[in-house]
DNA sequence: ACCTAAGCGAGACGGTACGTCGCGTCTTACA
DNA sequence: TGTAAGACGCGACGTACCGTCTCGCTTAGGT
C-alpha cells in the first residue's frame, strides 16, 4: 500500500474548473498550462504528474461535462429518424446560442492535434453509445427506413454540417435539422 | 505616390517559398516566424513589415497558391452532377494522398483563429468562384435537377465531407464521392 | 568644381539643432539616430552622408555650440589667480543650474569612447586657447605667483574639480572657486 | 518562509564571473545580456530574474571583487598623510598598467546612467569605510595636519585626479602622488 | 534650355540585442 | 510522498536601432 499523501481531489478538481472556465473566457490556444496553476492555486508539478499535455486536461474535462455540459444523448422512441433530428437540432440549437460554437471550433482546432479529443468531443455530443451509422443501420434492418446512402456516409455528412456550424458560425434556421434529417433519411412523409 | 525602396520581391519571394517548405515538412503548428526568417535568408522585421502574424503568410502562401497548389477547379461540361462528383472525388482523392490530409487539417485549425485563412482554403479548393450552392441553384432553375435539400444545405453537407476527411484521415473509397453527389442531388440514372 | 545640388544648410542645421535638443531633453545614451532623422526631418543618409556616428554629430554641436553655449573664455585681466577663480566659479555655477550637470556628465561619458568629443568639451569649457597650465606657467614665469605644484598638475586638479561636479551634482558654495583657486596657487593674501 | 526553489549559486556565480571576463576582454559597452547568459551557460531569464539591467551585474560584480579585485584599503600607519600618498600612488599605479584605465573610464561612463555603479566604483577604490575627508579632518583635530582646504575639497581634488587618469590615460610619473598629496595637506617636511 | 551628377526625403533591407512569455523539468520545505 | 512555490535552461516572441541600400524627386552647375 502506497505511503505519503494521497493525490488531492482538491486539487485535481481546481485544476478541471479552472480549465474550463479559462477556455471558455480566452479560447483553447490562449490556455497555458501557467495560467491553469495560477488560477486553480496549483502548482504546475501536480498538473505535470497527473496529465502529459494541455490536450489531456481538455480531454478530462470533456469527459467530466466541464466542458459541452449539456446532454446531448440521441433519445431512442423507436422513431429513428425523428430521434436524430430532435438530437441534431438540439445540437444545432446549442452551436447557434452564446459563444459555443466558438468554444466548439477551438476543442476542434485542438482535436487536430490530440485525437484524444476527437474522441471525448464525439462521445459529449451523444455519440459515445451507438453512433448514427449504428441507429441507421438497426432502422434499415428493421425496414424502418431505407435510405439511399449507406449508414457511415449519412453518418459523416451529419457530423460535417455539425463541424461547419462549428466553424462558420452560421445561424440555426427553424426546422432545417428535421429537413435535413428527413431528406438524408429518405422520410417522405 | 509612395516613395522609398520598393518592397523587394525577392524578400517576398523567398518569405512564401520558406514557408511553404516548411509547412510542409514540419507542420503548420512547428513553423516559427524565425525559422521562416533564417530558411528565407531574410531578417524577421521583413517578415514583421509586410505580415502581422504567422497566419497572415498562410494565408498569402494559400492565394499565392504555394500550399494546396493544385488545380481545383469545378468543372463545367454541362452536366452539373458529374461536375461536383468529379471535383469532390479530386479533392478527395488528393486528401487521401501523401500527408495532405494533416496539411488541411492543420490549416482548418489554424482558421479557428483567423478567419482570412478559411476563406482562402475555400478559394483554394475551388469555392472562389461560383460555389457549389450557386451551381446547384442555376441547375435547379434550368430544370437539370430538382434535389430535396436546398443548394446551401447540399453545399454545407460536401464541404462538411472534405472536413470530416481532412480531420478524420479516412482513406478513399472508390467511387464514394460520384455516390454521394448522386444521392444528394437526387440523380436517379 | 562639383556639379549637382549643394549640402542643404537646412538639413545640416536642422540636424545640429534636433540632436541639441535631444541630448537635452533625454540624455546622450538615449539620443539615436532615427530619432535625430525623424525630430529633424531628414533622412537618415542624410546623417551618414556628413557623419561617421553619432558622437562626431555631438561633437560637431559641441563646436557649433549648440550644447554648452555659454562663454567660458578664461578672462585676462593680468590677475592670474582672479581670472582661473572667476573662470571656476562661473563654470561651477553653471553646473549647479538646471540640468546643466547630468548633460555635462553623459557628454562625459560619450567622451569615453569617443576622444573628440573630451577634446571639444575642452574647448566649449575655455581651455581651448591657453590652458590653466599655460596660464599659471606663464605667471610663475613672470614671478607673480611661486605655487608648491607644477602648471600641470594645478591644471589637473582644477579640470578634476570640475569633472566631480559634473558626476556628483554637489550644489556650489558661495566662494568655493576663490578659496581653492587660493589655495592651490599659494594666493595668500 | 520562502518556499520553492532556492537561487541557484551555480548560476549567480557563473554570471558573475562571465560578465568579468567579458568586460575584460570587449569592454563594458560590448558587452550584452545574451552574451553573458551565453558564456555563462545560464538563460536570459535567469538573469533577469535577479538584475533589472546590465548595470546592476556590473554593480555587484564590483562588490564582490570580480572588478577592480585588488585590495586598495586606505592603509593607517599613524601618519595620515603618508597614508593617503601611498594609497594614491597604488591606485595611479594601478590606473597605469594594463588596460585598467580603459576599464575604469568605462565604468564611469556606466555610473553616469547608474549611480549604483559609481557608489561601487568608491568602495572598490578603499572609500567605503573612512572617506579620505574624514581621514583628513581627523588628522586636523588631532593637530597632526593643518591644511589651508577643507577636508572636502581635498578628498574631491583627490579622487578628481584619479577620474582625470582614468578619463585621459596619462602615464603615471614616480613620486607624483606624493608630490600632490604633500602640497594639498600643506606637510612641509 | 537642356543634361546630368549630386543631394535629399522616404523607407526597405539584413542584422543584433532587447526584455517577456510559456514550456517542461528541477528542487526545496511543509503537511 | 504529494503539494505549493518557484528557479532553471530553452526557444520564440515582437520591437528598437543599427548602418547600408535603393527609390524618385529636386536642385544647380556645365554645355
Chains 1, 2, 3, 4 share one sequence.
Do not use: C
Not at 486553480?40 to 498538473?47: F, H, L, M, N
Not at 455539425?162 to 429518405?186: D, F, T
Amino acid at each position: 500500500m502506497p505511503r505519503g499523501a494521497a493525490r488531492s481531489e482538491a486539487a485535481h478538481a481546481a485544476i478541471l474548473a479552472s480549465v474550463a472556465s479559462l477556455v471558455d473566457r480566452v479560447g483553447y490556444d490562449a490556455v497555458t498550462i501557467e495560467g491553469i496553476a495560477a488560477e486553480a492555486g496549483v502548482s504546475k508539478q501536480t498538473i505535470y504528474r497527473w496529465y502529459p499535455s494541455k490536450s489531456a486536461i481538455i480531454a478530462e474535462a470533456l469527459v467530466e461535462g466541464r466542458l459541452l455540459g449539456e446532454d446531448f444523448t440521441i433519445p431512442d422512441t423507436g422513431d429513428t429518424a425523428a430521434d436524430i433530428a430532435a438530437w441534431l437540432e438540439h445540437v444545432l440549437t446549442f452551436l447557434a446560442s452564446r459563444n459555443h460554437a466558438a468554444l466548439l471550433s477551438s476543442l476542434v482546432a485542438a482535436s487536430v492535434d490530440s485525437p484524444e479529443i476527437g474522441l471525448r468531443i464525439s462521445e459529449r455530443l451523444g455519440l459515445g453509445g451507438p453512433t448514427i451509422a449504428e441507429r441507421v443501420q438497426r432502422a434499415t434492418d428493421a425496414g424502418e427506413l431505407s435510405p439511399v446512402l449507406s449508414p457511415d456516409q449519412i453518418d459523416q455528412l451529419i457530423v460535417g454540417v455539425i463541424m461547419m456550424r462549428a466553424l462558420g458560425r452560421n445561424p440555426y434556421e427553424q426546422g432545417e435539422a428535421r429537413r435535413l434529417v428527413g431528406a438524408l433519411l429518405e422520410v417522405t412523409g
